[in-house]
């Protein structure tokens, strides 16, 4: 089946630590996307990558870090500089980095940090 | 920039009662318009979408949506709600030739027995 993984589901970590989201898609698709979701938030875009090597801000990209070395994987770090890290975050991939095109979703990782 | 705005953060219906969910967007060109269903703590999947052509779009789960230009909305309805349709459910909006898309913020919906 084809479709975007995240891992894990839940997250903890202590305030100060750095830590890495893993997103990984087999759906062959161009471009990637991480989005940060908070209670009656919405979605805010952290960071996006329309192609393998290349990726931009999103709206929030203040104490996050991305790489975009694999065309199926698209992993997020969330630093120490990260004032409020704790929320729900969820990683998107789209056939094409020239869209609009549908986003599929991966489930999610909670994080929480204490 | 486009945006999007869900009037409702909260609506209830009762179960068999019809639906309809509100979205406004802002922006200048034909928007490319979209609305997605999240159940809680899961990720997103697509409802439908429209890009242009008619303006009444059909999607999944029985769930329809009319693209008004006139009033800049993209209202999602559907005839007879079910329990299983309780969620929550963001509209969103994107623009030629960016890959992006805002979304809004949301809008739950409880279905009462």
Known sequence: ?114 | AQSVTQPDIHITVSEGASLELRCNYSYGATPYLFWYVQSPGQGLQLLLKYFSGDTLVQGIKGFEAEFKRSQSSFNLRKPSVHWSDAAEYFCAVGARGYSTLTFGKGTMLLVSP
């Open chain 1, 1 to 114: 089946d084809g479709g975007i993984t995240q891992s894990p589901k839940y997250l903890f970590r202590k305030e100060g630590q750095n830590v890495t989201l893993s997103c990984e898609q087999n759906l062959n698709h161009d471009a990637m996307y991480w989005y940060r979701q908070d209670p009656g938030q919405g979605l805010r875009l952290i960071y996006y990558s329309q192609i393998v090597n290349d990726f931009q801000k999103g709206d929030i990209a203040e104490g996050y870090s991305v790489s975009r070395e694999k065309k199926e994987s698209f992993p997020l770090t969330v630093t120490s500089a990260q004032k409020n890290p704790t929320a729900f975050y969820l990683c998107a991939s789209s056939i094409s980095g020239t869209g609009p095109d549908e986003q599929y979703f991966g489930p999610g990782t909670r994080l929480t940090v204490t």
